[in-house]
T-cell receptor
Framework: EPEVTQTPSHQVTQMGQEVILRCVPISNHLYFYWYRQILGQKVEFLVSFYNNEISEKSEIFDDQFSVERPDGSNFTLKIRSTKLEDSAMYFC?????????????FGPGTRLTVT | KNEVEQSPQNLTAQEGEFITINCSYSVGISALHWLQQHPGGGIVSLFMLSSGKKKHGRLIATINIQEKHSSLHITASHPRDSAVYICASSGGSSNTGKLIFGQGTTLQVKP
């Protein structure tokens, strides 16, 4: 069964460093999402992406964050200068359609620890 | 702004019991999603529903659009059902597939 994959599974970085989290969505999917979950808190929406553009972003997704689909398979989330509060589990998701009545498929997550 | 609330936050049951987890949301939505989060963190979609009821094995999900309420039921619960169950809404003021999540219900089923 097709699945969303994410690398690395765990990333440790120092405050102020740039990190890139990678995702490979399901191959025929066109809509991509990043979510994050700070330990003990709700999962929060960060950004949705379609046709090489951001469709929607949350207040969390400020200038320190960017997303890119550098080739036909990868979807990346970059955090330019990490802060302690960026420590969280980051989930990538994809769907084959972009509207509200479609199931999203989640990757296993990348645990980001900022020290 | 849509708020999604779940109850209870924690639930302990004996194997075989019938379990109900509730979810309410504050504004009109297009669909309500039920997801399962395993101890390792991975998230799996269980149901997406916009009206009525859906059943998959021992899991049943219902939604009442007028009351802005959904329930997830597990019949004949088993220890392997132990996980965090999360409801999330889509639609409303968003025209993308963005999900707004509840805080999750941690279920432990004891043998």
């Amino acid at each position: 069964e097709p699945e969303v994959t994410q690398t690395p599974s765990h990333q440790v970085t120092q405050m102020g460093q740039e990190v890139i989290l990678r995702c490979v969505p399901i191959s025929n999917h066109l809509y991509f999402y990043w979510y994050r979950q700070i330990l003990g808190q709700k999962v929060e929406f960060l950004v949705s992406f379609y046709n090489n553009e951001i469709s929607e972003k949350s207040e969390i997704f400020d200038d320190q964050f960017s997303v890119e689909r550098p080739d036909g398979s990868n979807f990346t989330l970059k955090i330019r200068s990490t802060k302690l509060e960026d420590s969280a589990m980051y989930f990538c998701a994809s769907s084959d359609q972009g509207h509200h009545l479609v199931e999203q498929y989640f990757g296993p997550g990348t645990r980001l620890t900022v020290t | 702004k849509n708020e999604v609330e779940q109850s209870p936050q924690n639930l302990t049951a004996q194997e075989g019991e019938f379990i109900t987890i509730n979810c309410s949301y504050s504004v009109g939505i297009s669909a309500l999603h039920w997801l399962q989060q395993h101890p390792g963190g991975g998230i799996v979609s269980l149901f997406m529903l916009s009206s009525g009821k859906k059943k998959h094995g021992r899991l049943i999900a219902t939604i009442n659009i007028q009351e802005k309420h959904s329930s997830l039921h597990i019949t004949a619960s088993h220890p392997r059902d132990s996980a965090v169950y999360i409801c999330a809404s889509s639609g409303g003021s968003s025209n993308t597939g963005k999900l707004i999540f509840g805080q999750g219900t941690t279920l432990q089923v004891k043998p």
